[in-house]
């Protein structure tokens, strides 16, 4: 391919939109384009990267025996009513009418279609199991889209969905489909750890994310060094802290002025942060069981918002802080003095450490008074206990105790067990070996083909642009000719180039009217693995030969240089 005749508009410029390396790169090298905020188009090289990842997840997942069928985007609003998500899933659900005014939604994930295709079309067991993939557009209204292919509003995903007759066959596909993310992302040129997710109410070590280890990611990986445990903060759990067992002392009212924040309150009354109690106070939108939520931590942790959710048994984005004022009026909390004990007619959460916590600092429900002395069970009682807490780098590992560190990452796939939440709310069923009617167990497996592209130049770029692994790259070498209007260095470049092409390999010819620094500000940007530079002495038919990756470049006669590249190249492919 000569770049004289591709369609390419590299910029200079770091777009103003772009906060990220990945999404200024992939801009500046002409690879994606932006539409509206969270919608991408693919240019030819980028289109050539997402083809690259596409066709790695495709082996991959053909080599379990997948099979790859493909779906519409447009789902009609039955089936989401039939699993109870139409309104379970939030804002998020991009919807849309018909001229008819029938309610549609732009999928966003496809569980709801793939359990209907296997209640009308599996009813055996001898069909069973089952694992069905596609590599299709979704749809999420995201609240914030922001870092490019990172949170986007349209995005790619590789979706699959397992089904087996009982949960040990899901065990195995679930094993299977673990380990084929495993070789995607490692094939994919990305360093990544799978992590326990949470996985809502149903709990366990039923779900695992994929995250390729960066600083701008969003996910948040406790692990540690000293056992196999590594969770997301959300998932991970939290150790209580033994507290010393005192003696319970009568409950004593004190003036506390203008000590709305933890920190103060300590200061104000000389007392560490664990003796306070933290009041953090929530409204549950469309919820018959509760309204208001009031939540307790120890004053020095953090609320680990999933874990709220969960204890409560509502989705993440039914709960919002509450209007302290509304809230006030009804339940008798006061905006930065709420305790545990002058509470009413809401439901009370408390954490689990907190049980066990002798003679603590709490809110008075009283402007500019705390109590202190307080004791659960003597003094109040929890709705609720659950372990409500953040995790935190330094705390305990709840495997072996062990100081806990964290990390930050880029979810690129999850991989969940369903087991029958879908099959028995849409009646998936089969007959088994005695014609006994039971539900499918499925499991659901997604990647972020996009976001993973992003991920890809996270962690793989330098300066001057992207350094693409051979795996995913958009071409594998670029020759860059450095005087177009040389006859002898044109005729050597295009010799290596066609002579690169009968060998299998995919080279661009940088043979445009720019002079030399234009192109290797270019070829930089773009992160083609092996440049091929023709210069001054093409008489001798020496060329100089550079990885992307290293810094300096060699002299080598043509053949060496081609010889290399093909090495290199062979040796890179696969990832
Ligand atoms: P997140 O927590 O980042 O919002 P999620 O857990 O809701 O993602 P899943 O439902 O697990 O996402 O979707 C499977 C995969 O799709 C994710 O692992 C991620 O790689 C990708 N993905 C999800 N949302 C987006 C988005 N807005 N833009 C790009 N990729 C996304
Ligand atoms: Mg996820």
Same mark, same amino acid.
Not at 343 to 356: A, G, M, N, Q, R
């Given at each position: 391919?000569?770049?004289?005749?591709?369609?390419?508009?590299?910029?200079?410029?770091?777009?103003?939109?772009?906060?990220?390396?990945?999404?200024?790169?992939?801009?500046?090298?002409?690879?994606?384009?932006?539409?509206?905020?969270?919608?991408?188009?693919?240019?030819?090289?980028?289109?050539?990267?997402?083809?690259?990842?596409?066709?790695?997840?495709?082996?991959?997942?053909?080599?379990?025996?997948?099979?790859?069928?493909?779906?519409?985007?447009?789902?009609?609003?039955? &089936?989401?009513?039939?699993?109870?998500?139409?309104?379970?899933?939030?804002?998020?659900?991009?919807?849309?009418?018909?001229?008819?005014?029938?309610?549609?939604?732009?999928?966003?994930?496809?569980?709801? @279609?793939?359990?209907?295709?296997?209640?009308?079309?599996?009813?055996?067991?001898? +069909?069973?199991? +089952?694992?069905?993939?596609?590599?299709?557009?979704?749809?999420?209204?995201?609240?914030?889209?922001?870092?490019?292919?990172?949170?986007?509003?349209?995005?790619?995903?590789?979706?699959?969905?397992?089904?087996?007759?009982?949960?040990?066959?899901?065990?195995?596909?679930?094993?299977?489909?673990? /380990?084929?993310?495993?070789? $995607?992302?490692?094939?994919?040129?990305?360093?990544?750890?799978?992590?326990?997710?949470?996985?809502?109410? @149903?709990?366990?070590?039923?779900?695992?994310?994929?995250?390729?280890?960066?600083?701008?990611?969003?996910? +948040?990986?406790? !692990?540690?060094?000293?056992?196999?445990?590594?969770?997301?903060?959300?998932?991970?759990?939290?150790?209580?802290?033994?507290?010393?067992?005192?003696?319970?002392?009568?409950?004593?009212?004190?003036?506390?002025?203008?000590?709305?924040? $933890?920190?103060?309150?300590?200061?104000?009354?000389?007392?560490?942060?664990?003796?306070?109690?933290?009041?953090?106070?929530?409204?549950?939108?469309?919820?018959?069981?509760?309204?208001?939520?009031?939540?307790?931590?120890?004053? /020095?942790?953090?609320?680990?918002? @999933?874990?709220?959710?969960?204890?409560?048994?509502?989705?993440?984005?039914?709960?919002?802080?509450?209007?302290?004022?509304?809230?006030?009026?009804?339940?008798?909390?006061?905006?930065?003095?709420?305790?545990?004990?002058? &509470?009413?007619?809401?439901?009370?959460?408390?954490?689990?450490?907190?049980?066990?916590?002798?003679?603590?600092?709490?809110?008075?429900?009283?402007?500019?008074?705390?109590?202190?002395?307080?004791?659960?069970?003597?003094?109040?009682?929890?709705?609720?206990?659950?372990?409500?807490?953040?995790?935190?780098?330094?705390?305990?590992?709840?495997?072996?105790?062990?100081?806990?560190?964290?990390?930050?990452?880029?979810?690129?796939?999850?991989?969940?067990?369903?087991?029958?939440? !879908?099959?028995?709310?849409?009646?998936?069923?089969?007959?088994?070996?005695?014609?006994?009617?039971?539900?499918?167990?499925?499991?659901?497996?997604?990647?972020?083909?996009?976001?993973?592209?992003?991920?890809?130049?996270?962690?793989?770029?330098?300066?001057?642009?992207?350094?693409?692994?051979?795996?995913?790259?958009?071409?594998?070498?670029?020759?860059?000719?450095?005087?177009?209007? /040389?006859?002898?260095?044109?005729?050597?470049?295009?010799?290596?180039?066609?002579?690169?092409?009968?060998?299998?390999?995919?080279?661009?010819?940088?043979?445009?009217?720019?002079?030399?620094?234009?192109?290797?500000?270019?070829?930089?940007?773009?992160?083609?693995?092996?440049?091929?530079?023709?210069?001054?002495?093409?008489?001798?038919?020496?060329?100089? !030969?550079?990885?992307?990756?290293?810094?300096?470049?060699?002299?080598?006669?043509?053949?060496?240089?081609?010889?290399?590249?093909?090495?290199?190249?062979?040796?890179?492919?696969?990832?």
């Amino acid at each position: 391919m000569k770049l004289s005749n591709m369609h390419l508009k590299t910029l200079r410029e770091v777009p103003a939109e772009a906060e990220i390396s990945s999404h200024i790169l992939l801009l500046r090298a002409n690879m994606i384009r932006k539409l509206v905020s969270g919608v991408y188009g693919f240019m030819p090289m980028g289109n050539r990267v997402l083809q690259k990842i596409q066709n790695i997840i495709r082996e991959e997942m053909d080599a379990k025996g997948a099979q790859e069928i493909l779906m519409s985007a447009v789902q009609p609003a039955e &089936l989401w009513q039939e699993s109870g998500r139409w309104t379970a899933y939030g804002p998020e659900l991009w919807r849309i009418k018909d001229r008819h005014d029938r309610d549609f939604c732009l999928g966003p994930t496809h569980e709801e @279609i793939f359990t209907d295709i296997a209640r009308n079309e599996i009813n055996s067991y001898r +069909q069973l199991p +089952q694992n069905l993939y596609q590599i299709q557009t979704k749809y999420r209204d995201e609240k914030r889209p922001r870092f490019g292919l990172i949170r986007s509003r349209e995005f790619i995903m590789q979706d699959s969905y397992t089904f087996d007759k009982d949960w040990e066959g899901l065990d195995e596909s679930y094993r299977q489909m673990y /380990d084929a993310y495993s070789k $995607i992302f490692t094939r994919c040129g990305l360093t990544y750890r799978a992590v326990e997710a949470d996985s809502g109410a @149903i709990g366990g070590s039923n779900s695992h994310e994929f995250c390729a280890l960066s600083e701008i990611g969003e996910s +948040q990986i406790a !692990y540690c060094e000293h056992c196999d445990m590594a969770a997301t903060d959300e998932r991970a759990v939290c150790v209580d802290e033994a507290m010393p067992q005192e003696t319970e002392l009568a409950m004593e009212e004190v003036y506390t002025p203008d000590t709305k924040s $933890i920190e103060d309150l300590a200061a104000f009354l000389g007392v560490e942060e664990k003796k306070t109690i933290k009041a953090l106070l929530f409204a549950v939108a469309d919820s018959p069981k509760y309204q208001y939520v009031a939540a307790f931590v120890r004053g /020095d942790r953090e609320l680990n918002m @999933i874990k709220l959710a969960n204890a409560l048994d509502v989705p993440e984005h039914a709960i919002d802080f509450a209007d302290e004022a509304a809230m006030g009026a009804e339940t008798g909390c006061v905006g930065g003095f709420t305790g545990p004990t002058g &509470l009413h007619d809401c439901v009370i959460v408390v954490d689990s450490e907190l049980t066990k916590a002798k003679n603590m600092v709490a809110g008075a429900c009283k402007v500019d008074h705390h109590i202190k002395n307080v004791n659960y069970g003597r003094d109040y009682k929890g709705d609720i206990i659950a372990d409500l807490k953040l995790i935190k780098e330094g705390d305990p590992c709840p495997k072996c105790g062990a100081p806990v560190k964290m990390a930050r990452g880029i979810e690129v796939g999850q991989v969940f067990k369903l087991g029958t939440k !879908y099959s028995e709310s849409m009646h998936a069923y089969y007959k088994d070996e005695n014609m006994e009617e039971k539900p499918l167990v499925m499991g659901c497996y997604g990647i972020g083909v996009t976001r993973t592209m992003s991920a890809i130049v996270e962690q793989h770029h330098d300066d001057n642009g992207i350094i693409w692994p051979v795996s995913v790259a958009p071409y594998h070498v670029i020759i860059t000719l450095v005087n177009s209007k /040389d006859e002898v260095q044109c005729a050597l470049a295009e010799e290596i180039h066609d002579a690169l092409l009968a060998k299998g390999m995919e080279v661009i010819l940088d043979d445009r009217d720019e002079r030399a620094g234009v192109k290797f500000k270019d070829a930089d940007l773009l992160g083609i693995p092996v440049r091929i530079t023709v210069g001054k002495k093409a008489g001798d038919r020496i060329v100089e !030969y550079k990885l992307r990756r290293d810094e300096a470049s060699v002299d080598k006669t043509a053949e060496e240089a081609m010889a290399d590249a093909v090495t290199f190249i062979e040796a890179n492919r696969r990832g």
